[in-house]
């Protein structure tokens, strides 16, 4: 007969590395949405409880800001164009890349919530 009880389940001490950050890994608090989108640099993250600061890792953000800022860059020059053919004032298309950007900038933020690593800086 073997030592374990079939009937336990097996005692993980920590997640796997590679698992998303729902916590602060020093002093366990919970990372929100709203922690998330407190935090100005998307690739740190600096605990509002313990203040340590972490290193986030977040598979393909980099290109997807980078393709989000390049839509953004065209929707204000197709609409600046469209707008001016018109008649209209050019201040719209600013208004647009704007709240285009916000969208963005939200769904960065939940996108790393989701997916990300933090590693705890030197």
Same mark, same amino acid.
């Given at each position: 007969?073997?030592?374990?009880?079939?009937?336990?389940?097996?005692?993980?001490?920590?997640?796997?590395?590679?698992?998303?950050?729902?916590?602060?890994?020093?002093?366990?608090?919970?990372?929100?949405?709203?922690?998330?989108?407190?935090?100005?640099?998307?690739?740190?993250?600096?605990?509002?409880?313990?203040?340590?600061?972490?290193?986030?890792?977040?598979?393909?953000?980099?290109?997807?800001? @980078?393709?989000?800022?390049?839509? =953004? +860059? !065209? /929707?204000?020059?197709?609409?600046?164009?469209?707008?001016?053919?018109?008649? $209209? &004032?050019?201040?719209?298309?600013?208004? @647009?890349?704007?709240?285009?950007? =916000? +969208? !963005? /900038?939200?769904?960065?933020?939940?996108?790393?919530?989701?997916?990300?690593? $933090? &590693?705890?800086?030197?």
């Amino acid at each position: 007969m073997t030592d374990q009880d079939p009937y336990r389940a097996p005692q993980i001490d920590e997640p796997p590395p590679d698992f998303p950050a729902t916590a602060c890994p020093a002093c366990k608090a919970e990372i929100t949405l709203w922690v998330s989108i407190r935090q100005f640099n998307p690739y740190r993250f600096r605990c509002l409880r313990c203040r340590e600061t972490f290193d986030v890792h977040t598979p393909h953000l980099a290109a997807i800001v @980078a393709v989000g800022v390049a839509i =953004g +860059v !065209l /929707l204000v020059g197709g609409s600046a164009v469209v707008l001016d053919w018109l008649g $209209l &004032s050019v201040a719209w298309s600013l208004l @647009a890349f704007l709240a285009f950007c =916000g +969208v !963005l /900038l939200l769904w960065s933020h939940s996108y790393g919530q989701q997916h990300c690593r $933090l &590693s705890r800086l030197r």
